[in-house]
């Protein structure tokens, strides 16, 4: 029940941009939302960087994913288009697209493999010589061996990003209850949507794990814009990183990706990260390091989320497991899901992303089986 | 006046170290003494690394500095035991030695340059082969070229060593005043000692000016101590670097020497450090990284500091200007200016450290050139 009476439609657990997506599309739709959490976007959004990146994120052997990226990228321009609509606030959407680049012939060589990939998708991966990379960003290091451009792969500040859909969905009618849930079975409501991130696994027996990533900020010094416009992913002597510029001067650059649970930050994770960005980006050595930190992914057993009703609950729809992907996903999962409650009847994107699809997940709820 | 309306007979300004310490001593030998400071330890040794070297810092053309940097750590004995007996605090007094060593052929050369330099001034510096090295400190990467002993270059931590003096001064009858001094006519005192670091330049027109210094904190992962005993100092590929474990797992991993009066902490730096480090205790990868911080020593002209009175100034004794060398020098500041303050005739010692050494010091107190 709300605190005025009424009968709740849907409980959303976990107020990262997921659940608030979620929450907002189907309050604008008219149903009484309440949503859950004790710390909104505390989670892996927190620490996101933010890229809508589905060209240069298709890699081998994620067909199934890399097409439901492609599907939320192409819904990212209008969802910005109403959320700064509904909202009036500014999040950092960006359009300038993503340079992918290679630091040594061993780098290109491994890059061109997968470009070679995303072509055979038919994606947009335009090559460029080393005159070309620098003709678009000058900062780029002088010996980088190649790249391409992905110009459709563009980026969002998921800081920004949180707080616009929590007041996109708090004016739209949801409303947000600061309060852990430990139990499904503490929530009355007609439908539950469970948007918690890690914390699925202990609510849902989902095999949803956290992968721990480590990412640093940077800030240009004297307050001006960053010496580069593009996002900047690349191969740096074995290395990949990405850097994602901002306009306030922010730099994000990340990210690790460790079988581990702990969010401890650590020297030589931060040294492979310093070392690639400022490789490929030599400026970045002047800049102040104004942020080190590690987060923790929903991570699944085949990397793609988990998109509708556990097994054997169909009022118990998983909207979680988004891995490295939840802001880029954020609009396709919020958009399915709430047309998921509305209509009771799946999209078909959704089939690949079923709760059923690992053996051993329990048709009913379980105990977390990775804690 | 003191809070009790007594004369006081002598103001430190600056609750640092050397400030701590000079009213340590005075306060013990009966005067009434007052510190002023409104951050106490919140300079230059609020970020030292706290190594007492005053062998691996013998460097060429600094043989004066070398002089008192000796005397000083052959003081520090004493003033341990002195200071444990007065306080019953532990403040991290470590007597393992230094290891000095190169990484590569060319670190080495490098390296032997000033050992040889070193060994020619009498100080004991043992040269060790590679085995040599690795039998004192198994974690000491397979791959450096060479190495020595410093037996007698020792460690402290400054975190805990500031807060023991402070214990020291106050229980010997110093009263500290949490208030800053703007200039020294606000002080009423027979003597005023200015132990400010920095802050000494605008107080004195002192030649003294920030010298930036970046250092990292790391931790031994799981709460033990560090893979290795001895401070090491090296060269890493052209990179100085010196490497501190302390007792409770704490690895302090420094510096940058720049002439800059910014405090911010840059993505080069860091890579620097962590590179370097890395490169000489392979283990220190898997180490978190804890703090990151900048901060800014009190150098002078010749590197050396101002020890005595300022010129036309009787009443107003220097002891300022320490740089990299504070926490080293805390001892033989203390003593030699504690016996200038009762005695007025200046130790030899004090000779070439006199505040009329630099052209151009102005013989009265005079706006700071440096601002």
Known sequence: MTGDGTAVDVAVVGAGPIGLAIAWRLAARGL???????????????????????????????????????????????????????????????????????????????????????????????????????????????????GALAPTDHQVDPRLLVP???????????????????????????????????????????????VKGQILRLRAPGGVAPCFRHVVRGYADGEQVYVVPRADGEVVLGATVEERTDTTVTAGAVLRLLRAGVDLLPELAEYD?????????????????????????????????????????TPVTADLI??????GVPDPLLAPFRADRFPGTARTIQEDPWS
Chains 1, 2 share one sequence.
């Open 32 to 146: 009484r939302v309440v949503v859950h959490d004790p710390t909104p976007g505390s989670g892996a959004s927190a620490v996101a960087a933010g890229m809508l990146s589905p060209v240069a994120e298709a890699y081998f052997g994620e067909r199934q994913l890399t097409g439901l990226l492609l599907a939320s990228a192409a819904r990212w321009p209008a969802f910005a288009a109403e959320l700064t609509e509904a909202t009036g606030v500014e999040f950092g959407y960006r359009t300038e697209g993503t340079l992918m680049v290679g630091l040594t012939g061993d780098d290109l060589a491994e890059a061109r493999r997968l470009w070679a990939y995303q072509q055979g998708l038919g994606l947009p991966v335009t090559p460029l010589l080393p005159s070309g990379l620098r003709d678009r960003e000058p900062a780029l290091a002088p010996r980088l061996r190649g």
């Open 164 to 210: 616009a859909l929590r007041t996109a969905a708090q004016r739209a009618g949801a409303v947000l209850v600061p309060r852990p849930v430990r139990r499904l079975s503490d929530l009355d409501a007609r439908v539950i949507v469970v948007a918690a991130g890690c914390g699925a696994a202990a609510l849902t027996g989902l095999p949803v794990r956290p």
């Open 338 to 343: 709430a047309d998921l409650v509305l209509t």
């Open 289 to 329: 390091l104004v942020e080190a930190v590690a987060g923790l992914r929903p991570g699944t057993p085949d990397n793609a989320p988990v998109l509708g009703p556990l097994p054997g609950r169909p009022d118990v729809l998983a909207a979680t497991g988004h891995h490295r992907h939840g802001i880029v996903l």
